[in-house]
């Protein structure tokens, strides 16, 4: 996006890596002559390091200069890494006074060759033979019949209007508007009546388009239309050779100031006549004619566009602040794409506002950048312009228009200094509303100070699709000629000269808006960019200006409600109602009695009532609109296929999920109140992904078809028959039990545990004597069988970590240090459990939260990397996304919270700050800042993703395994450089694949769960057993990666100093063999003995071992 290309890359807390570098950089240059020590390469290729300074420049006075800027900083910025921030993007996107010299060389030879260019006589309009051929008029003459008189003169002046000179043009798309001001004779009285201006203007940019498009200075002749409006084409010039991207300059041909009536062209005036617009004589019924106000705004904005460049350069003038302020708004308004098309908040409107905002004494010319962009968002938070507009007149005139009568003729009403323009008359409320959606989000952001709020506030880009929860498109276009029909907006396309995607927009939005309801926080649309065609070309029609797109941000807590009420059925809006709903609406009676008006939607799962609102959109299209289901392409759940099961195609697993809870719920309270156990229960806690509704396949209660399996009576269990496929998958879910504190617990490691597994016997009797359960104990965990859910409950002892963190000196001295053993058993008998418990709450705030973490647990597995991203890592990523959704509000459907989980994992700036998920808001900011400045201090010791949470502030418990940095995101399958190919009889996951095989195999389960006496076989897979033998055989010499959904491919990755030649040494023969290297004897891998290797260890289960070798040579 725009001035984006290098920070928006990194979403950092410090700043961006490139843009705060090179400012470091800087400064550390101004000390060289001074510093005696120069500063210090970085260990790690791409961690930023302080500037090391000497002693004698860490104590020496500060200068005056330095003073006056920390005075500055204080009053005008709130910190200096801010100001440094802003600074910086200023530098990226202003334009460099090499470049100004030689646009305004360009400028001077495009005003010569402008007035140059040759006279042609007076001709009737619809007279156009003169023109030449290889240029086309640049605008739809519909209908082609007008009066009028056209002939071609220089223009009588030749002005440099815009951004250009007032110096807030921003990079990379820098352009020059140049107004031509028309002579008055070519004009005449009656010009502004039926799109004869208009038509004269187009004329005149054809005949200058076909002399220009001749001279050698130009690389590029092209016309477009100015901010979209199909009526008021312009004409791009572009140098040609190496300057060609430099600039492009846009002309714009204009009446004299004062040439048109302003009495004329007030919001309530006709100038485009029914009659001839329809082609039909006139009536003479004296019918009063519709106000056409777009129309006249039109007209109204080409006499305008000197007075506005003067005004503009009158405020901005010599104030660099308010120049600042304005290039960090386009800035804003550029990373939110509102500022292109037809009704875009253009950065003209933006420096409009701000001079606003400094007449009427709310913004101060001595102000700083970051200032006026605070000022004016918290403006634009606060002020709502569809109902309360505002004026840059304060002129007392009675025979001006109130601002009434602006809002009567236009949803959104700011007035320029004559007011008698609205200078927003194209922007519709849903623009409006989005751009003040988007200051109070951003006003937030800035009032919380966060490290990283510039980062989030003008370097992340926010695309509709990354934004929006649902996108709608709606094509072919032309079917919005119908919608006009159909809603009756003939008014409204004579109004806009035939542009029915104009006419319709509003009224379509608003539609929607009214039905979606208390669904609906926000609707947006897109605003097709401005497309540029060949001067020999016709101008492209409405329809082809692409896809209108809608964007529906949705409200989490009515989003799931089946039904719409209506009023009684007595009620004298009952009819408006029925009439806005249609067959839809029906009578129904309710529990108290009344009988209403309402709508019931079907849906039965969490997934359907998600997509609610593409039953609501259709609905009414079809019935409003004349827009068929066929042209209305809805993308809600599109990906939520990937996260069903094969048996359940209308759920996405929320019901499986909540389901397996309640399961655990039961579990739970029969924990709590078994009597028989010496000790009694203190906590029962979850700690599989189930439980905090993240498990990508929900486990579901199995029954198993006895004859599948071979029976041990005496354990009561099942075991796989050889003869038969593998059976289906049952995975059991962790719980762990507390027991309370005891002085009869022992002191020694080795007896906690067997104390432990007495108590697993003990449970597994306990809960089979007084609740009929099937269990089966173990010395670490005892199975429970429970309504069809296997649950796999492990004992737990307080003190038990901290037992095994003690070690005893020979002196008997007792110190404490952690081990692998301890910390195992911490994270597995306490986080886990904790984190487990507050992602389980934070799904009940955010119901999006499950079908986020999924789809990226989904994605990441997909890729072969589920081995290095472990579950409880991607939960956390997907939690951050609903935490710390800055900039954007929390996901409320899977398909944008997943979109956005890829924009963070592959854009975070993972080398140079930790993830800090503040869980149940623990954190204050003076401990996240000190979190910061420990991960600076000890990043070569960290993993190289750090997520922190409060219970979890240093190491990063959860990714301390992985990923490794040569792994994260490498593609599957193109670079590996051995394949191991499974037969799927053997994968017990089959059908969980991303591509759905059309048959498997069957699973040894009966469709129907019921009750059964023998124990299913548990967590038996065989590609993750043969897996774990290839690490542990093979794991010095390669990576293995696996998708455990179901995939049927093993990739092998060799690690880069495998094949590097090792001394002939007893303890290097795995897996090698000797050769002789330059007359020395060392072990090199024996490849061919590997690949049959991996072959013997998967017999049954390997199919074939693909070896690419031409991606490796011994």
């Not at 490691?749 to 697993?760: N, P, W």
Request: net charge neutral.
């Amino acid at each position: 996006m725009g001035p984006a290309h290098k920070g928006a890359q990194h979403r950092g807390t410090a700043g961006e890596p490139e843009v705060m570098a090179s400012a470091l950089e800087g400064i550390g240059k101004e000390g060289k002559k001074e510093s005696s020590k120069k500063r210090s390469g970085s260990p790690v290729e791409g961690l930023l390091q302080p500037v090391k300074l000497s002693r004698a420049e860490l104590y020496k006075e500060p200068t005056n200069e330095e003073l006056n800027r920390l005075r500055e900083t204080e009053s005008l910025f709130h910190s200096s890494l801010l100001r440094l921030q802003v600074e910086e993007l200023l530098k990226e996107v202003r334009l460099s006074e090499k470049k100004k010299e030689r646009i305004d060389a360009f400028l001077q030879k495009v005003n010569q060759r402008i007035m140059r260019v040759p006279s042609t006589p007076e001709t009737e309009l619809t007279n156009q033979a003169w023109l030449r051929d290889g240029v086309r008029v640049p605008l739809h003459q519909v209908p082609y019949t007008v009066k009028g008189c056209f002939r071609f003169l220089p223009p009588a002046q030749v002005t440099v209007v815009g951004s250009y000179l007032l110096g807030t043009c921003i990079r990379p798309d820098i352009n020059v508007d140049v107004a031509l001001t028309m002579p008055r004779e070519i004009l005449q009285d009656k010009d502004g009546l039926n799109q004869r201006y208009f038509r004269k203007r187009a004329l005149y940019l054809a005949h200058l388009a076909h002399h220009l498009s001749q001279d050698p200075l130009f690389g590029s002749v092209r016309f477009s239309y100015t901010n979209g409006c199909h009526l008021k084409p312009s004409l791009l010039l572009r140098p040609h050779g190496k300057d060609e991207r430099l600039v492009t300059v846009r002309l714009h041909p204009c009446p004299p100031p004062d040439f048109f009536r302003p009495c004329r062209l007030l919001p309530s005036k006709n100038n485009v006549r029914t009659a001839w617009y329809q082609g039909q004589s006139p009536s003479g019924d004296g019918s009063p004619e519709p106000p056409t106000p777009h129309y006249n705004t039109w007209v109204l904005q080409d006499t305008a566009l000197e007075s506005h460049a003067q005004l503009l350069s009158t405020v901005l003038g010599s104030a660099s602040g308010l120049k600042d302020g304005v290039a960090l708004l386009k800035v804003w308004l550029r990373q939110r794409e509102l500022d292109k098309g037809l009704g875009g908040f253009s950065g003209f409107l933006v420096s409009m506002l701000v001079a606003f905002l400094v007449s009427t004494h709310k913004i101060h010319t001595t102000m700083s950048g970051y200032q006026v962009l605070r000022s004016t968002l918290q403006f634009l938070a606060s002020t709502d312009l569809t109902v309360n507009g505002i004026s840059l007149c304060f002129s007392s005139d009675p025979s001006l228009p109130a601002l009434a009568d602006f809002h009567q003729a236009f949803p959104v009403v700011f007035l320029d200094s004559s007011g008698r323009l609205n200078l927003c008359a194209d922007v519709t409320a849903s623009t409006c509303h989005q751009v003040q959606h988007e200051a109070r989000l951003s006003m937030v952001l800035l009032d919380s100070k966060a490290d990283d709020g510039f980062q989030l506030l003008l370097m992340t880009p926010k695309p509709m699709v990354r934004t929006f929860d649902h996108i709608l498109h709606l094509r072919p276009l032309s079917r919005l000629q119908a919608a006009c029909h159909r809603l009756k907006l003939w008014p409204e396309l004579q109004d806009h000269g035939g542009d029915y995607v104009s006419a319709a927009l509003g009224p379509l939005t608003t539609l929607l808006e009214q039905g979606l309801g208390s669904r609906l926080h926000l609707l947006a649309h897109s605003r097709p960019p401005v497309s540029e065609w060949d001067i020999s070309q016709d101008p492209p029609k409405h329809r082809d200006s692409g896809v209108l797109t809608l964007g529906l941000l949705l409200r989490p807590e009515g989003l799931t409600s089946v039904l719409e009420l209506g009023p009684e059925a007595d009620q004298p809006e009952a009819a408006d109602f029925r009439q806005f709903w249609g067959s839809r609406s029906e009578l129904r009676r309710f529990q108290d009695g009344a009988i209403r008006e309402a709508v019931v939607w079907e849906a039965a799962s969490m997934a359907q009532k998600r997509l609610i609102p593409h039953q609501v959109v259709t609905h009414l299209l079809t019935l409003h609109a004349d827009i068929p289901d066929t042209c209305v392409h809805y993308t809600g759940g599109l990906l939520d296929a990937l996260i069903q099961s094969l048996k359940e195609t209308s759920s996405t697993g929320e019901e499986a999920l909540a389901a397996a809870v309640r399961c655990y719920d039961d579990l739970s309270r029969l924990l709590w109140g078994l009597e028989g156990l010496p000790l009694t229960v203190s906590a029962v806690q979850g700690a599989h992904p189930a439980l905090r509704y993240t498990e990508v396949f929900p486990p579901t209660a199995v029954r198993p078809a006895y004859s599948f399996y071979e029976q041990l009576q005496e354990r009561a269990s099942l075991l796989p028959r050889p003869d038969k496929p593998c059976p289906a998958y049952v995975e059991p879910m962790t719980v762990v039990c507390h027991l309370e504190g005891s002085g009869q617990w022992p002191q020694d490691a080795e007896a906690i545990r067997r104390v432990r597994a007495a108590f697993q016997l003990r449970l597994a009797e306990l809960l089979t004597q007084q609740h009929g359960l099937q269990c089966r104990a173990t010395a670490t965990h005892t199975d429970v069988l429970k309504d069809g859910f296997v649950f796999r409950i492990r004992v737990a002892y307080q003190r038990e970590p901290q037992i095994l963190r003690e070690t005893r000196s020979p002196e008997g001295i007792i110190s404490l240090r952690d081990t692998p053993t301890s910390l195992r058993l911490e994270r597995d008998t306490r986080q886990l459990p904790l984190l487990t418990s507050t992602l389980h709450g934070l799904q009940q705030q955010h119901p999006a939260f499950s079908g986020v973490a999924r789809l990226a647990k989904r994605w990441v597995r997909a890729q072969l990397l589920g081995e290095e991203l472990t579950d409880e890592s991607l939960d956390l990523v997907a939690a951050a996304l609903f935490l710390h959704p800055e900039p954007f509000t929390p996901p409320s459907s899977p398909q944008v919270g997943f979109l956005r989980f890829l924009f963070l994992i592959s854009t975070f700036d993972w080398k140079n700050n930790p993830l800090i998920v503040n869980l149940n808001n623990e954190l204050t900011a003076e401990e996240q800042v000190e979190i910061r400045s420990v991960f600076l201090a000890t990043r070569t010791k960290l993993p190289v993703m750090v997520i922190i949470t409060p219970q979890d502030r240093k190491s990063s418990v959860w990714t301390q395994d992985g990923p490794s940095p040569q792994t994260v995101f490498r593609p599957p399958l193109d670079m590996y450089d051995v394949l191991i190919h499974l037969s799927p009889r053997h994968i017990p996951r089959h059908r969980q694949a991303v591509d759905s095989p059309a048959a498997s195999f069957c699973r040894g389960l009966l469709s129907e769960p019921g009750p059964s006496s023998l124990m299913p076989v548990l967590g038996y897979d065989p590609p993750q057993l043969y897996l774990a033998q290839l690490r542990e055989a093979f794991g010095d010499l390669a990576l293995f990666f696996y998708d455990q959904h179901g995939g049927k491919v093993i990739g092998v990755l060799w690690k880069p100093t495998s094949f590097q030649p090792q001394p002939l040494k007893a303890s290097n023969t795995k897996g090698r063999m000797v050769v002789s290297q330059g007359g020395e004897l060392v072990m090199v891998p024996n490849a061919e003995a590997i690949l049959e290797d991996f072959a013997i260890l998967g017999e049954g289960l390997v199919q074939a071992v693909e070896a690419r070798s031409e991606r490796w040579t011994v």
